[in-house]
C-alpha cells in the first residue's frame, strides 16, 4: 500500500513547479469526477437509466477520482477518467436528451482535457 504513495518516475523526473502543476490539475480531475457522482443523470429524463446502473457509475467516478489522486496510479487512471468522460457524454446526450447534453457538455469536455492531459504527462508511468 506505501509504494502507491512514493513518487511515480515522471514525479521524480519533474521539476518542483511541474510537479506542483500536474498535482493540482490531478486535484481538479479528482474534484470533477467527485461532482460528477454526486449528480449523476438528468431529473427530468422520461425513461431514466436503473438506480443500479446510476449507483455503479458514480461508485466507479469516486474510485477512479480517488485512484487520480495516488501517485502510482494517475496515468492508468487519467485514462480512465477521460474514457469515463467519454461514456458519460455519449449517456447524456442518447439517455438524457440533446439538452442536458449541451448543459453539461463543458464539465465533461474541459474534464475530459484535464484527464487526458495527466494521462499524456504520465504516459512513462504506465509502463513502470
Not at 513518487?7 to 493540482?24: E, I, N
Not at 485514462?79 to 465533461?108: E, H, I, K, Q, R
Amino acid at each position: 500500500m506505501r509504494e502507491l504513495f512514493k513518487p511515480s518516475p515522471v514525479m521524480r523526473r519533474d521539476g518542483a513547479r511541474t510537479h506542483v502543476l500536474f498535482s493540482l490539475i490531478a486535484l481538479i480531475v479528482a474534484i470533477a469526477l467527485f461532482l460528477a457522482a454526486s449528480g449523476s443523470g438528468n431529473p427530468e429524463t422520461l425513461e431514466p437509466l436503473p438506480d443500479w446502473v446510476n449507483t455503479g457509475s458514480n461508485l466507479i467516478c469516486v474510485v477512479i477520482g480517488l485512484l487520480v489522486l495516488l501517485p502510482r496510479t494517475r496515468a492508468g487512471a487519467s485514462l480512465a477518467a477521460g474514457l469515463n468522460m467519454v461514456a458519460s457524454m455519449f449517456t447524456n446526450y442518447w439517455v438524457d436528451g440533446p439538452d442536458y447534453f449541451l448543459t453539461v457538455l463543458p464539465f465533461n469536455v474541459i474534464t475530459l482535457i484535464l484527464a487526458l492531459g495527466l494521462a499524456w504527462h504520465y504516459r512513462d508511468d504506465l509502463g513502470s
